[in-house]
């Protein structure tokens, strides 16, 4: 049974040594996040700071819960699950009708009608979220243990809101997790995207000459802070609370806003109330370390006017941090890919299974295995899944062949190298990019690569066979590469740092990049170099990158292309350039930094080690 508030998931994390406590005093600029992050990464616990420092030096009233599904195993637990895969089970079982024909088949559903009447929300008159009720001049969000997170945010940023809104017309609900960044004690930047559901209310509030009222939620129990991450289709009828409702199997339970007409969940530790004006100057927000692992930069966003918080009598606030991979939106983000694997493979049936590794920070990098019956059909497959919700946002797919975990991300790579031709198998294309990316050839819009790493059929080959019954008896071609032993190379050209090859088929180059179009340079000199014999992927990173390190590698090269512009065949070879792009190059756009922490703040979390009673297995 799913947990019906955070409390109660608190405590059963702690009951499991799944979290930890932390009372010595703790700031919450910067030293929380250096801790929780070094947490996330080893797998470690949740943790509780109950002594948190604030800005000014005061303490706050407000113990902090971070990394509270930092790992799938806690992820499952937070929806009832026994494991992640069981919640595709679930799904697949309210959606397949079959076998529902005559009186007994229609008592078979009685189970997915349960469900069914689960998904509206249900309203309640008392709720402890309004157990406290600050309005006017108590309103201070400054006594808020906000986090600053990263040394160049520009702020403290809330990160883990449930934003709701309705739309002005249809009335239709939204809650989606939108950063905030704190301006003063009443009001914050809202981060509405221009693809977000947020950012459409605005619009048509806009068009109606009104104000769109907005409440955000902190807390909840865990189904509902997952809900409000997931890419739910647009269904009448189906949103964030009515799918939390399916994951606990109960109702949710809302309450009216005190000062806004909007429903809230009634189980929240904190409910920020208020409105966003359309018709008011833009704020510049940002920078913010971002989930990409690359700083966001500053841009406009709308305010937030918070008219009342209102609160349990003793809540938890709860965060998270974002940054480089893995993190826990990793987990987050595999939860919301076994929701919808059913509901995928009911529009492409051939697809077996598909996985958005955390190097690729979800929409960067797609993995999809498919029961593949005819020539082309990754493609088929690809552009199918390019036309699915925020699947749109997809930079690089990749389709394998049915058997290869899609999770195994070395397996993955493989075949790629083996079963993919540079230029035969591969295909750009251009559409919608996430919004938050840096380095596309305009904002949210840029090139896309599929790279078909299927076994291939005749056709797909040049050859003069075909694939149908009794031609060739429908064999597969056989890869016509195999991995070399790693060449040799000891060149001393301007601007290369540091080389690697594994022998596998890939050759990875560290640059430092002191003048335009030296990566371009690079690149045809190392295509046509003897060392590259072996090679059939070439992959330029920056300065910062280990080449040693296959994560490292591929979230670089995956967060700095546009595959349009950065991914060609140079001597059969397919070379990914993940330098920075410079405007003498044509690259209009800023340039963001990767995210790091400060070593001051890394010494002070070292020093202080002892006093966290963490264990040295996580330091």
């Not at 113990?63 to 595709?88: K, M």
């Not at 051939?350 to 990098?365: C, K, Q, R, W």
């Not at 410079?582 to 070292?606: C, D, Q, T």
Request: aromatic content about 8%.
């Amino acid at each position: 049974m799913p947990f019906p508030d955070l409390p109660s998931f608190v405590r059963s994390l702690e009951e499991r040594g799944e979290l930890l406590r932390i009372d010595v005093p703790v700031s919450a600029e910067l030293e929380i996040t250096e801790i929780a992050d070094r947490l996330v990464k080893r797998g470690g616990p949740a943790l509780l700071f109950e002594n948190v420092r604030l800005p000014g030096g005061e303490t706050s009233a407000f113990p902090v819960a971070i990394g509270l599904l930092g790992t799938r195993q806690r992820v499952a637990l937070s929806l009832g699950l026994p494991d992640l895969d069981a919640l595709a089970r679930r799904v697949r079982e309210l959606i397949d009708l079959s076998g529902a024909k005559g009186l007994s088949g229609m008592l078979s559903q009685l189970p997915k009608l349960r469900d069914a009447m689960n998904l509206p929300p249900r309203r309640v008159s008392r709720a402890v979220s309004q157990e406290v009720v600050w309005r006017g001049d108590e309103v201070d969000l400054g006594k808020l243990p906000v986090l600053k997170c990263w040394p160049l945010d520009g702020g403290p940023f809330v990160t883990l809101p449930l934003v709701i809104t309705r739309d002005p017309d249809t009335g239709e609900r939204n809650m989606g997790m939108y950063r905030m960044q704190i301006i003063d004690k009443t009001t914050t930047g809202m981060h509405w995207q221009r693809h977000k559901t947020g950012t459409r209310h605005l619009e048509k509030a806009k068009r109606l000459g009104q104000r769109l009222e907005v409440a955000v939620a902190l807390g909840g129990d865990p189904a509902l802070i997952y809900a409000a991450t997931a890419p739910l289709p647009p269904i009448p009828g189906l949103d964030e609370f009515a799918l939390a409702g399916f994951l606990r199997g109960q109702r949710y339970p809302v309450v009216r806003g005190v000062t806004v007409s909007l429903d809230v969940p009634a189980n929240a530790e904190f409910i920020l109330e208020g409105y966003v004006d359309p018709q008011e100057d833009w704020f510049m927000e940002g920078p913010f370390g971002d989930h990409t692992g690359f700083y966001t930069l500053p841009d406009l966003y709308p305010r937030f006017h918070v008219t009342a918080i209102t609160m349990r009598q003793h809540p938890i606030y709860p965060a998270t941090i974002v940054g480089r991979p893995p993190m826990e939106d990793a987990y987050l983000i595999e939860a919301s890919e076994r929701l919808f694997l059913p509901a995928a493979q009911l529009v492409l049936p051939e697809i077996s299974d598909y996985h958005m590794p955390p190097a690729g920070v979800a929409h960067n990098l797609v993995v999809t295995s498919i029961k593949k019956r005819f020539p082309g059909e990754a493609y088929k497959t690809a552009n199918g899944l390019l036309g699915l919700g925020q699947m749109m946002f997809a930079k690089v797919m990749v389709i394998v062949d049915d058997g290869v975990k899609v999770n195994d991300f070395d397996a993955v790579w493989r075949e790629v190298a083996a079963k993919a031709v540079p230029g035969r198998d591969t295909l750009t294309t251009r559409g919608p990019i996430d919004a938050l990316d840096h380095s596309s050839r305009g904002w949210s819009y840029g090139g896309k690569l599929i790279i078909d790493a299927t076994s291939k059929l005749p056709e797909e080959t040049g050859s003069g066979l075909g694939s149908r019954e009794g031609q060739n008896d429908g064999q597969t071609a056989q890869p016509d590469w195999a991995p070399a032993p790693a060449a040799g190379f000891c060149e001393s050209w301007e601007g290369l740092q540091d080389q690697f090859q594994a022998g596998d088929g890939y050759w990875v180059v560290r640059i430092e990049k002191i003048r335009p179009f030296l990566n371009r340079e690079l690149a045809e000199r190392l295509a046509g170099h003897p060392a590259a014999s072996g090679v059939r992927h070439l992959l330029l990173v920056d300065e910062l990158t280990d080449v040693r390190d296959r994560q490292d590698v591929w979230w670089t090269i995956l967060n700095n292309i546009d595959p349009e512009r950065d991914v060609h065949v140079i001597n059969e070879k397919l070379v990914w350039d993940g330098t920075r792009k410079l405007p003498e190059e044509g690259f209009v756009r800023p340039w963001p930094p990767k995210i790091s922490m400060s070593p001051e703040v890394k010494a002070k979390v070292e020093a202080r080690w002892h006093l966290y009673g963490l264990p040295e297995r996580w330091r």
